[in-house]
């Protein structure tokens, strides 16, 4: 009989993983305690933007192999495998992970567990934690260790979410059993049968794959952005530099790219998490590591803002200042530790009058600053502005026309947050280009040193 699953949790990992499931060809069944999230998503509306994902709801939704409830029991009585994709955000009081939501769902489907099944972590959570969720399932569920916990990492790319759970780079499974292993490899046989690599570790190991990994990836942006800041001052150009270590296949282009630094609801708390706990364990020099990578990510945002305070000559009391992109990256609504948000809120608090446009995390935004004004398109949020500030890179920003920019602003300033833009064609339009890492102006053949003269 084909395994019948539960995805608990159901926000962006967890809505996503439901429907990836059904299309896969399981039976799924999603459980959320949030009833207007569940409701929604039951009527076939996504609560957050992810290309391809609404497709796929409305497909499972239709063929009706995938179904929302708010019942434990329910859940508890349909699957045979039940994932948990509940969030683990920071701790207020800390840079600790919020355990509370995990524990909370195990409390909670535990008791109702009276048959053999498999509990699948896809959480992010510090190291160990999987051993007390094991305890807790095995002295709370009616069948004891027969509910088995493995843990499952998530790999996901907001904005390309779909592709990254049908098609992943690789799939991660920690394991304490022979069944554990045996239950997964057939939740994952299309990938697997794609080709998709198949790691099965124990289950510390399957807890630290995902926070080393955002830890790394963290740590080579800030890297990047790191040399950004001594080529400000020594006024060389890290893009051409950036593209140069790229070519190193020891190093790789992928996220070397300069720019504002990374958020989200992912990086930020992950990695401040991975330093709280590998601090409690004693290993002071990831910490520290940790530390600064997360520092010198903030420091991008400060030195965005210097540039917005450059192009309108030291002051930003009066100016208007259009703003292109509040989301954290393109194609996502997501604003949590957006830099692009922070931005545009520190320039508003020196005294300018902010009009911020993005195409779809605006109704977000409005939540969390309403005091910005926000516009209902690029060419809006431009109009009779001083300085324009590119922060978030969607495509229709990039692709901008500088003339038909220069048309509507009041001056021909543009700072890129991004390094998205081709600063040679804007400043040929008539703008002052400014960039993180680059210089004010291109050094001139004229004024260049040949090793040969």
């Not at 109702?112 to 992010?124: A, I, M, N, Y």
């Not at 790191?226 to 070519?247: M, N, S």
């Not at 009041?410 to 993180?436: C, K, T």
Request: glycine share 10%.
């Amino acid at each position: 009989m084909p395994l019948r699953i539960t995805v608990i949790g159901t926000g962006y990992l967890g809505a996503t993983h439901a429907a990836c499931l059904a299309e896969l060809g399981f039976e799924v069944l999603g459980l959320d305690a949030n009833e207007d999230q569940v409701s929604a998503l039951a009527a076939g509306r996504l609560p957050f933007h992810e290309p391809e994902l609404g497709r796929l709801l409305e497909a499972g939704l239709h063929s009706g192999r995938l179904r929302f409830t708010t019942s434990y029991a329910d859940a508890a009585a349909f699957g045979d495998v039940h994932f948990i994709c509940v969030g683990t955000p920071q701790r207020a009081d800390s840079d600790a992970a919020d355990l509370s939501h995990l524990m909370a769902c195990v409390d909670a489907l535990a008791p109702l567990l009276d048959r053999p099944c498999v509990v699948v972590g896809k959480s992010t959570v510090p190291v160990g934690t999987s051993d007390i969720v094991a305890e807790r399932l095995a002295r709370l569920a009616p069948v004891g260790p027969e509910a088995e916990l493995a843990w499952n990492p998530e790999f996901l790319r907001e904005g390309h979410a779909v592709a990254d759970t049908l098609r992943p780079d690789r799939i991660v499974v920690g394991v304490r059993s022979a069944r554990a292993e045996t239950i997964l490899r057939e939740v994952y046989a299309g990938p697997v049968a794609a080709g998709v690599p198949f790691l099965v570790t124990e289950l510390p190991t399957a807890e630290l794959v995902k926070v080393a990994a955002n830890a790394f990836l963290a740590t080579k942006i800030s890297f990047i952005n790191a040399i950004a800041e001594v080529c400000e001052a020594v006024g060389a150009d890290v893009v051409p530099l950036a593209r140069a270590l790229a070519f190193d296949d020891r190093i790789g282009g992928r996220f070397l790219v300069p720019g504002l630094g990374f958020g989200g609801g992912c990086l930020p708390k992950d990695i401040r998490a991975f330093g709280a706990t590998t601090r409690e364990l004693g290993v002071s020099s990831v910490s520290a590591l940790l530390g600064e990578v997360d520092a010198i990510n903030l420091r991008r945002r400060a030195r965005m803002v210097d540039l917005a305070l450059e192009l309108a000559d030291g002051s930003l009391e009066g100016r208007a200042v259009g703003v292109l992109g509040c989301s954290f990256k393109p194609n996502s609504d997501d604003i949590r530790d957006s830099p692009a948000l922070d931005v545009a809120g520190t320039v508003h608090g020196l005294g300018a009058r902010v009009t911020v446009y993005d195409p779809a995390a605006m109704h977000r935004a409005r939540q969390v600053h309403p005091e910005l004004e926000y516009a209902s398109s690029m060419a809006d949020a431009a109009a009779d502005a001083d300085v324009l500030l590119l922060l978030t890179e969607w495509r229709e920003f990039v692709e901008a026309d500088p003339e038909v920019l220069g048309r509507v602003v009041a001056q021909r300033n543009m700072a890129d947050g991004r390094s998205a833009l081709d600063g040679d064609r804007w400043r040929a339009s008539g703008w002052r280009y400014r960039a993180l890492g680059r210089p004010d102006t291109q050094a001139s053949a004229d004024d260049s040193v040949s090793l040969t003269s």
